[in-house]
């Protein structure tokens, strides 16, 4: 198989890998387990197979029956089928599933009594988020503890009583449920914006159920920030196919996705290619290859592309911007000037003024290399401002452009205007430059969201690091220790606010010291822990995984990346993730001549 060289990386390597997959399972065939996703998710109800999920085990000791419910209830299909087995008649009947799903990390059950034909358990847990409706993950903190009540029923021992609600340790739950990022257009029309959504189908049923929920649309938090060009009365016309018009085996190993539109209108050439570029996007993300044949009331979509189908290449610049390629490499921050590190480790000041003062603190580079904002030491005692944002061409000179006791590291947007940074823990601002005449103007960020207590998870000042995402649609914060996104959201008066904060990495166990955009739905950060420095963590909350520690020294003081590469600088010195295939686990490996008090600097 040939891949075509415009993809970027991720969907290349994933194309490969389930080309081979596809390919082996032609030779010898493997059925997954059925499920689909609870019927709130707007999914078709599946007819229950014929041998339907396996039975409890005959004479099962109620201890693990309970643990075996447990893992059942991970799955959703035909309502919870394979858990209600676990239950006396009447309560399946009387159990409401759709009341709540509840992730837990695990479920310890104590058993508070037990008679020859009755026993009552309590089952207690940390809660680490919950599943709503739509198919979105919400981080979430919390004891909760719920009593159970079994009876022996002919000799079996069954659940009689128990809460209403789905309670899912978080190991069964990523078994059967799948994490998908629907892509939806953001405001300038130049990126695309993932909203992540968890699934429980089957293979052949994902691109079919993808497509629906893009119709449904992005969750409301995100709506003021994004367009969603398949917005009703946009709908799907008959069945998705493959590309020849097979109905079986949708999506699953080769073959393509053909999907015809209903209410498409009269979009012009430009936004049917951002109304291509949501679902193929969407799709590929979820290893449904194309080629994707699109069509609008029977007709192509696009006739460019109405013999061969659709492919990620013919999304052009719109499907780079999900992992831009780097245009600068590193620099770094040493002794308060800055300074490029060459392939070889040579270290060169940068020329003009920022790479020849001694007073810098932090600084950002835009995407482009072109343009520098830093934060320099002041040279006064408070209660005087101590601190100043300089804003510069690289090589050329710098002017402030506001001043305060604190000011985080400066992050660009990707087209380069503006710099962001917080002053004095609350107070955010844009640094907008004119490129063309080279005037920078300072825009305040509405942040009343931020701090309001109705906003839902209302952050505590101060704010000690903010990053702004590649997309331009989020931001990530490090607010009293705590991890937080937000929405960026731009007024029709042209000025911004700062929206809808949600907590994640909550179960970090000691505070945030720093962290940057992995990816567009990932963000890797440090904490001020020994155990597990530094960490990934997805936007909404989930799946937070280690980076390793080999060769940190703790603690880590910053860190900066991207899916490409990742930089800290922790007690002793700047390191750069390295991965082998000799060495199998990744380690930290030092930058070498930068020293101990230097720290790295990546675009952005």
Known sequence: MTVRSGYPRWLRLFTVLAAIAALVAAGGCANLPDSSQPQALGTIQQEPTAEGPPLPTEGRDPDLLLGDFLKATADPTDGHLA????????????????????????????????????????????????????????????????????????????????????????SAFTQSYRRQALYFVTADGQHVAPDLRWISVRPDEVAAHLVGMLIAGPQP?????????????????????????????????????????????DLGARDRELFAAQVILTLASAEVLGPYMLLADGRPLDERFAGSGWSVDDLGSIADSIQPQAQVGLHALRNGALVEVGNNSSLTPTPGYFGSVQNLQSVGLSPDGKLIAAVADAGRAPPQPQR????????????????????????WTADGSAAWAVINGDRVIRAVTNRDTGNV??????????????????????????????????????ADGEVYTAMVLRRPDGGFAL???????????????????????????????????????????????SLGGRNLTP?????????????????????????????????????????ADAVPVLPG
């Open 221 to 265: 938090f995100i709506a003021p920030a994004v367009r969603n060009y398949l917005a009703p009365p946009v709908a799907v016309r008959g069945a998705v196919t493959k590309a020849n018009g097979d109905p079986v085996g949708v999506g699953v190993g080769l073959g393509g996705v053909r999907i015809d539109f209903s209410g498409v209108g």
């Open 388 to 411: 100043t944002l300089m804003v510069g061409s690289y090589g050329g000179n710098a002017f402030p452009v506001a001043e305060g006791g604190a000011i985080t590291r400066p992050s």
């Open 83 to 170: 858990a209600r087995q676990y239950m006396t008649p009447a309560a399946s009947t009387q159990w409401n599933d759709a009341d709540s799903n509840v992730i837990v990390e695990r479920a310890d059950t104590l058993r508070e009594s037990r008679t020859e034909n009755e026993a009552t358990y309590v089952l207690r847990a940390r809660k680490v988020g919950e599943l709503a409706p739509d198919g979105s993950y919400h981080a979430a903190d919390g004891i909760i503890e719920h009593k159970i009540e079994m009876n022996r029923v002919d000799g079996e021992w069954r659940i009689d009583e128990l809460p209403d609600g789905v309670v899912m340790e978080y």
């Open 441 to 478: 103007s300072v825009q305040e960020v509405d942040t009343t969201q931020l701090f309001a207590d109705d906003s839902g998870s209302a952050i505590e000042a101060p704010i000690t690091e903010l990053r702004i995402s590649r997309n331009g649609v989020s931001a990530a914060l490090i």
């Open 555 to 595: 603690p880590v003081r910053l860190v900066t990346g991207s899916v490409a590469r990742q930089y800290v600088a922790d007690s002793r010195a700047v390191l750069e993730l390295t991965r082998t295939p000799e060495s199998g686990d990744p380690y930290w490996r030092e930058v070498p001549g930068l020293g």
């Open 499 to 545: 929206t809808s904060p949600q907590q994640i990495a909550i179960e970090l166990s000691a505070p945030a010291t720093s962290l940057d955009w992995f990816s567009d739905d990932t963000i890797i950060l440090a904490g001020s822990g020994t155990v597990d420095p530094v960490r990934t963590v997805k936007i909404d909350g989930s799946g937070m995984s």
